[in-house]
């Protein structure tokens, strides 16, 4: 049937000078327009899908709808959402809808040069002074390409954090307390100057700021640091360092002059605490993250041509395997889309596995049999029931349920490996099925958790506690840190502490085994997934493609540190990663660098440069990210 309405356009092309051998994507608008809508001579798109939306009673016909159809812009109102006659009204030849399209550099702008009559101005003139003021603070905390109408379900964490800083500054207000979580995550350097000196303008108008945070940037524009530690977990919450920023910096400068008593922590440490600071370490440059010895050089690539999904500008990118291959720019440049929304999804649909709708491409060629698998390592939560925890993750709990069934006390019981489990039923406590906690529902409240009466809060029955593993029942050894569990299990059990080994490389020593997965945050349940392939289980270890999605979020130097000893593991084992990242110190261990830019939005979606940290600092162009990957290399 789709012939019939094909053969008239291909018959009579010539009659209007259609380009009928010419792709959709190199069509005109005009030409675009006419395929749908047909003309004297043939019928459009729309007609052929109006009659095949009338044959739905044939499954083949529902078939065909089904492959073609999906959300598109509505064509009424762009996707503004905003009714056509309010598109009417227009102020320097621009209506609300086209503004609200627009990405906020360029409204930013509008406003800046729009000039109106005088009787006009006099009555605008405060208005556009609280337009400008609050579209300039957009722009300053680094969302200059984001559109006014963007939902904000789409937002990532980082940018709507920064779109509540924007509403701060707006509103001007003096003698206030800000605390910010993180607020530089998902931002280049570039973008975290813009975000200080945001940052720097609320204190300057007599606020205070607290900023929880451990971008290297921030840190150096504080007056005031203090560092909790020295480590994590039970071996943290000491108060290590609190002083200015002066006295960091005389200590940065006495380690780079090599003066004497510099190799051993100075008084400046003795001062303030008896503990060794990681932080005042990295920062006066006593310890690094080390530039490694040589980069890997790839033979198989996978190659993706004319990517052209949102601000993409119908690019062509090769993607060597077996290497650590880094995908960086600017916040918005289209790192994200590239990697996330065409990338995966085609190398799934590729491999036969199910996948979200991908973006637009025009084709997927290279070494693809050389990938068995393909694992998105982000930071969607590792588990959707409060049961789900980092040692049940990784599958060390069964093991640790098996060697509690073989204690003696288990075997005259006749316990089985369930017994110890809080996910059936047997050995769990059945008031709180096995949570620990029971909910009481409030009706016009929040609801309260509280301490099961039944268990007291160890989601197991009595009798079952009573079996022992060296003194300790198994509430005790789920309520360790994986550092406490692994020193336990070394001597009898080092199976089990070589199962837990992973959790540790990846710098989760201070979690608790049996911690619940929602306590866990976005970078920590990342790293949770990435250890659970460090193990020995990985069917598809040397053939397995990791994607990675800013993994060092809420990550110290120390902590990224052991991160790249584990994601270099991976590569040494004969996998492939591709890591999207802004942080210098994972930029500089890159063996392939890929940069899109070069600006956010509109103006990004190029490939600006590929090839390794050595290449990239050579760079004469202006390239931001070279920029600051200059004297890291």
């Known amino acids: 049937m789709s012939e019939e309405f094909l053969k008239p356009l291909l018959k009579n092309g010539i009659r209007f000078d259609f380009p009928i051998h010419r792709p959709y994507k190199d069509l005109t608008p005009v030409e675009q327009e006419l395929l749908w809508t047909g003309n004297t001579y043939f019928d459009g798109l729309n007609s052929f899908f109006d009659y095949v939306e009338s044959q739905t009673f044939k499954v083949q016909y529902r078939v065909m709808l089904s492959r073609y ?129 945001v940052l720097e303008s609320l204190r300057d108008m007599g606020n205070t700021v607290i900023v929880v945070e451990h971008e290297e940037e921030v840190m150096r524009a504080a007056d005031q640091l203090i560092d909790i530690g020295p480590d994590a977990g039970s071996l943290g919450g000491h108060l290590v360092f609190q002083g200015t920023w002066d006295e960091v910096k005389s200590e940065e400068l006495r380690v780079k002059n090599n003066e004497k008593g510099a190799e051993n922590y100075s008084s400046l440490l003795t001062l303030h605490s008896p503990f060794p600071s990681h932080t005042l370490d990295f920062l006066t440059g006593r310890e690094t993250v080390p530039v490694p010895s040589f980069r890997r050089k790839a033979t198989n690539f996978i190659e993706l041509k004319g990517a052209r999904e949102n601000n993409l500008k119908d690019v062509d990118v090769r993607f060597p395997l077996n290497t ?70 990784i599958k060390a709990y069964d093991y640790l349920r098996q060697v509690m069934a073989d204690q003696p006390l ?168 591709i890591i999207i990242e802004h942080n210098m110190e994972v930029i500089k261990n890159a063996d392939h660098i890929i940069d899109l830019g070069p600006e956010g939005g509109e103006t990004g979606g190029y490939v600006t440069f590929t090839g390794t940290p050595e290449e990239m600092v050579k760079l004469t162009d202006g390239n931001y990210t070279a920029e600051y990957l200059k004297g890291k290399v």
């Open 69 to 197: 159809r999906g959300k598109t812009t509505c064509p009424e109102c762009r996707g503004s959402r905003l009714r056509k006659d309010a598109g009417y009204v227009k102020v320097a030849g621009k209506s609300i809808t086209d503004l609200v399209l627009m990405p906020l550099t360029q409204v930013t702008e509008f406003f800046r040069t729009l000039e109106l009559p005088q009787p006009q101005q006099q009555v605008a003139n405060r208005i556009l002074i609280e337009i400008r003021n609050r579209l300039d603070y957009m722009e300053r905390v680094g969302l200059g390409y984001l559109t006014l109408n963007r939902l904000t379900n789409t937002l990532s964490g980082g940018e709507y954090q920064r779109i509540k800083l924007a509403t701060s500054l707006g509103s001007a207000l003096v003698g206030s307390m800000y605390i910010l979580d993180e607020p530089s995550i998902g931002l280049h350097p570039r973008d975290t100057k813009r975000l200080v000196s």
């Open 324 to 393: 650590l291959t880094v995908v960086t720019g600017v916040s918005g440049s289209g790192k994200s889309t590239l990697i996330r929304k065409v990338l995966y999804p085609a190398l799934m649909r590729q491999k036969g596995d199910a996948a979200d709708e991908g973006g637009k491409f025009t084709s997927l060629t290279g070494s693809l049999d050389r990938i068995s698998a393909i694992e998105m390592i982000d930071q969607n939560p590792i588990g959707k029931s409060s049961r789900s925890n980092p040692v049940t993750y």
């Open 410 to 577: 288990s075997k005259s019981r006749a316990y089985k490996p369930s017994h110890f489990s809080f996910n059936v039923d047997g050995g769990r406590c059945e008031v709180c099925q096995g949570e620990g906690e029971v909910k009481i529902e409030m009706q016009f409240m929040a609801d309260i958790y509280l301490k099961c009466e039944g268990c007291g809060g160890k989601r197991f029955k009595q009798e079952v506690l009573e079996v022992t593993l060296h003194d300790k029942n198994v509430s005790d050894i789920l309520d360790m840190t994986v550092d406490e569990a692994i020193d336990f299990f070394r001597e009898f059990e080092p199976k089990m502490a070589d199962k837990l080994k992973p959790l540790q490389d990846v710098g989760l020593g201070y979690i608790g085994l049996g911690q619940s997965a929602n306590t866990l945050s976005g970078g920590e349940a990342q790293r949770v997934k990435l250890a659970s392939f460090l193990g020995k289980g990985n069917p598809n270890k040397g053939g397995t493609l990791f994607i990675f999605d800013e993994p060092t979020t809420g990550l110290h130097f120390h902590d990224i540190r052991k991160l790249l000893s584990a994601i270099n593991a991976l590569v040494d084992q004969g996998d492939s990663v």
